[in-house]
Antibody
Framework: QVQLQESGPGLVKPSETLSLTCTVS????????WSWIRQPPGKGLEWVAY???????AYNPSLKPRVTISVDTSKRQFSLRLSSVIAADTAVYYC???????????????WGQGALVTVSS | QSVLTQPPSVSGAPGQRVTISCTGS?????????VHWYQQVPGTAPKLLIY???NRPAGVPDRFSGSKSDTSASLAITGLQAEDEADYYC???????????FGTGTKVTVL
């Protein structure tokens, strides 16, 4: 059973950089896409970015200028960096496996429990 | 601002059937992209409920079913149970936005 666990600071100051890491256990990272998805308090879900390999990444255009996703398969981890954060970036950040590119693409089949990141001075 | 629109809430008595609509456009559902559904119990992570329009992952009861037509999709829950009380989100891909998109979310209440 694939399990994902987010880790990182729960409080970030405005204009600084948010950094989160997702650790994957129970399955191989190879051959899969890995994503970050966020959910502001009381609101809906927003896909942030995915990574397949260092050379294969994609970002939500609304966040692209500020977002970087990376992967370290030797550590079974992938990470998110979001720069110049503002209060509107306050959200629960989920890491997830996907988008799964099988015969019925593209969904997210395994999710972490989520990490609340608050942007405040 | 989501490009997939869902009703804010639906409700039903135990045992009843409820449906949740997900309305998109020609750049997402209408473009042929698959629709997937997630169930989110408050305070927990979303769980994949339906993938590829109408497929259930292992362990999801057959009370849940999905369908798609033109620029919209629907999730049906038959034999509604108290444990089905949760938020439900549809998800697809949008070619104009070049992004994976989620619906606005629907809260299901069991009366």
């Amino acid at each position: 059973q694939v399990q994902l666990q987010e880790s990182g600071p729960g409080l970030v100051k405005p204009s600084e950089t948010l950094s989160l890491t997702c650790t994957v256990s129970g399955g191989s990272m190879s051959g899969y896409y890995w994503s970050w998805i966020r959910q502001p308090p009381g609101k809906g879900l927003e896909w942030v970015a995915y990574i397949y390999s260092t050379e294969n990444t994609a970002y939500n255009p609304s966040l692209k200028p500020r977002v970087t996703i990376s992967v370290d398969t030797s550590k079974r981890q992938f990470s998110l960096r979001l720069s110049s954060v503002i209060a509107a970036d306050t959200a629960v950040y989920y890491c997830a496996r996907g988008p799964v590119p099988d015969s019925t693409p593209y969904y997210f089949d395994y999710w972490g429990q989520g990490a609340l990141v608050t942007v405040s001075s | 601002q989501s490009v997939l629109t869902q009703p804010p809430s639906v409700s039903g008595a135990p045992g009843q059937r409820v449906t949740i609509s997900c309305t998109g456009s020609s750049s997402n559902i209408g473009a042929g992209y698959y629709v997937h559904w997630y169930q989110q119990v408050p305070g927990t992570a979303p769980k994949l409920l339906i993938y590829g329009n109408n497929n259930r992952p292992a362990g999801v009861p057959d009370r849940f079913s999905g369908s798609k037509s033109d620029t919209s999709a629907s999730l049906a829950i038959t034999g509604l149970q108290a444990e089905d009380e949760a938020d439900y989100y549809c998800q697809s891909h949008d070619s104009s936005l070049s992004a994976f998109v989620f619906g606005t979310g629907t809260k299901v209440t069991v009366l």
